[in-house]
Structures are given as structure tokens and as C-alpha cells.
């Protein structure tokens, strides 16, 4: 680890990041909550400089975002919850920002916010959110006419504003987490 600079926890406490801006990774060691101990899993190559690590405020803290200081760029990743494995998000635009050095985003992860050393300023990204996906229904089926029941919907990359619909009509959606809608 040549040059650790910054530093972020995934939302669970099992992963730490660590930017190495000498050898342009992001290092990756699981933690053990109990006692704090960390053990490498492994060096992620992220491009020049990388300096500042961020992670997404989902529960599940399903993106990993990078500025790239002498890079001139942000990099996004998406984080693996089980693994603390880190994937370039797929289909990223380039985000070239003249030497990006912090980042901080909205609650709701739809805007980060880049301070610049090079540029002396601040730059605005908007994210992308992912698509949701459907794990099942419960309950997965209902007798016609049967009367007012709960729908509880199962999945991942659900937002706080998501909405369940039926038959094209938004039902009344209560957000439980990212994995979780009841209507």
C-alpha cells in the first residue's frame, strides 16, 4: 500500500477502502466488526492518482466512487455486498473533472459533488440509477374478490421513491430498504 490517502467503511463495517495513490488501486480488506482487525483481499487498479474513495449511502452501499486527482477523473464502481468486490459500472460516461480531490453526495446518492484542486471550484454529478429487479411477490397470488390484502415486493436497487404499480396505476408504496417495497 504506497500512498494511502483516504478512507471509507461500506455500510455494514465488513469492508474498508483505501486509496494508494502510488500504486493507482484502491486496496480492499474485509474487517471483522467484533474486533476491528482488517486482512487484504485485494488491489483494484482504478486509474492515475486515485485519491478520495466514496461510498454510495444505500443500506446496501451499492456503488463505490473514486476521484482520480492527477487522473483528472471520477470513476464509478459497483460493490459487491457479499464480497466487497468492486466491478466498473458498466456503461459509465467518461467524468473528466480537472483534478478531482473530494467527494461527498446527496443522501439520496442522485447528486455527488466533486471539489477540484486543478480547477479551484466544485462540480456537480448527477448519478444514474440502477434499474430495479424483481425477486417475487408475497403474497404470489390472491383470490379474486378476496378483498384489500398487502403486496410486498422483493428485490434490489429499490429507491425511496419507487412505486409499485397496478395495471399501470401507482398503489400507495411504503420504502422498508433497498431490497424491500409493501403496498
Known amino acids: 500500500l504506497d500512498g494511502a490517502v483516504e478512507l471509507a467503511l461500506s455500510p455494514d463495517g465488513r469492508f474498508l477502502y483505501v486509496t494508494s495513490v ?11 466488526p467484533a474486533d476491528g482487525f482488517i486482512t487484504p483481499v485485494e488491489a483494484v487498479a482504478v486509474g492515475d492518482g486515485p485519491y478520495h474513495v466514496h461510498v454510495s449511502n444505500d ?11 492527477t487522473g483528472d477523473a471520477i470513476k464509478v464502481f ?11 459500472l458498466a456503461g459509465q460516461a467518461a467524468l473528466a473533472p480537472d483534478g478531482p480531490v473530494y467527494l461527498v453526495s446527496t443522501p439520496d446518492d442522485r447528486f455527488v459533488y ?3 484542486y486543478d480547477g479551484a471550484g466544485v462540480q ?4 444514474v440509477r440502477l434499474a430495479p429487479v424483481l425477486e417475487n ?3 404470489a397470488s390472491v383470490t379474486v374478490g378476496g378483498g384489500d390484502f398487502v403486496l410486498t415486493v422483493n428485490g434490489a ?3 425511496a421513491d419507487s412505486k409499485v404499480l397496478w395495471n399501470g396505476a401507482p398503489l400507495t408504496t411504503s420504502f422498508l430498504n433497498a431490497r424491500q417495497l409493501r403496498a
Do not use: C, H, M
Not at 22 to 32: P, T, W
Not at 59 to 69: F, I, K, T, Y
Open 22 to 32: 502510488g500504486d493507482d488501486a484502491v486496496q480492499i480488506f474485509s474487517r471483522n
Open 59 to 69: 443500506e446496501e452501499g451499492a456503488r463505490l466512487v473514486v476521484a482520480l486527482w
Open 78 to 88: 459497483s460493490r459487491d455486498r457479499l464480497t466487497g468486490k468492486l466491478t466498473p
Open 114 to 116: 466533486a471539489a477540484l
Open 124 to 127: 456537480q454529478l448527477q448519478s
Open 137 to 139: 411477490l408475497s403474497p
Open 157 to 159: 436497487q429499490f429507491y
